[in-house]
DNA sequence: GTGGTCTAGACCACA
DNA sequence: GTGGTCTAGACCACA
């Protein structure tokens, strides 16, 4: 499920947070459900239990999941998962957009490139 | 000219190499024209000269400029220099409206946040 | 009556001490009385009796509970149940003063604090 | 100048990141300079690089300083060093009035130590 | 068993 | 040299 690549020049834990968080979006890890525990992802993709535990502290700090000491890590369970993913994506896209502009890119241009990624 | 921040957390050269394609895409350093040695330009900003090599590399990448064994960096020469910024941009912006599509963001939201951009 | 939020950092056994203290100051567990056992409590709650038992402990600590080896745990019958609480809280307010006079809050300031709360 | 209390509960980081921040308060370590290294702030502490580095993420979050990859750690220059502390203390000294008033505590109570503390 | 902290030490990116 | 990431593994608090 979750797949690393050394070659890729981002941090392990941050390939591992991201790996986790299109599983939660998608929703095959369910909303409430416990999530491996650090030790065992750890032995299962072979790195250190160290990087696995940033990875959670990354995703707890976008409110993605939670830790409970001695209990395990679990998905959150409200069901506002997905909007704050969508919150930092407009965000994003906000500052790309401010940039096309400053840039020269016309509003024409830029609704193109929508419609094109919508058909 | 050129003001790093260090409390940026990106790299100095990042934060150079942006400047100076600011500085390029403005016109402030004209097409043709040399840029600073790296000697020199490591000695203005009181940074190490491995940091311009890498900004400079960096901008050569991008085609902003290039450089000619023995006689220094200038700056791209064709006209198109700004469309070279208009690609990048338009392509970042393929890839967050390819997001915002999967996480299901609806195009007319897009569109609201290019609007206001533009307004 | 006792609700755990497994989002809370602070342990379980932390909550589950504050949220019966809470109970017994505002007299909902009345002094004197006898608190379900370790084990119910536990059952109850569905967690583990250690947590139960180290919170037990807690408040054994505190004076607001004490225990009777065989019997049971029972609610600390003085009536100052709230003075031990108030005594607490003082000294907390003590220590953060202090450190507010040594940063350079001014009285002024702190008084306005309080006018606000007590508005 | 910074002295480790392996008795203390809270974690090394933590007592480390405290009393460098007292230090940085109380203008001990001034404004813009830069912090020992983490290596070297660890040799001296005989403490883990890890653990320092720990610290100074902390103080990073919390403005105090900020780090610089290649270069170093260095205090933070901005004049209001005193104003985040002095934000973080009135919060928690809002959060204990608050308490204060809810279990019964009079404003006058307050005042007198609020007096009592600025004699 | 589970997460949190820490050590000892390595290697990388950057300056 | 300096911070950032990572490993291998230990011990603690908590459940």
Known sequence: MI??????????????????????LKGVLEPGSQLPSVRNLAVELSINPNTIQRAYMELERRRFIYSVKGKGSFIADNE????????????TLTDVIKE?????????????????GYR
Chains 1, 2, 3, 4 share one sequence.
């Open 3 to 24: 797949i690393i690549d050394y070659k890729d020049r981002r941090p392990i834990y941050e390939q591992v947070a991201e790996r986790l968080e299109e599983l939660i």
């Open 80 to 91: 506002n998962l997905i909007d704050i993913k969508k919150e930092e994506v407009l965000e």
């Open 100 to 116: 096309a502009k400053e840039i020269g890119i016309s509003k024409e241009q830029i609704i193109d490139k929508v419609s094109e």
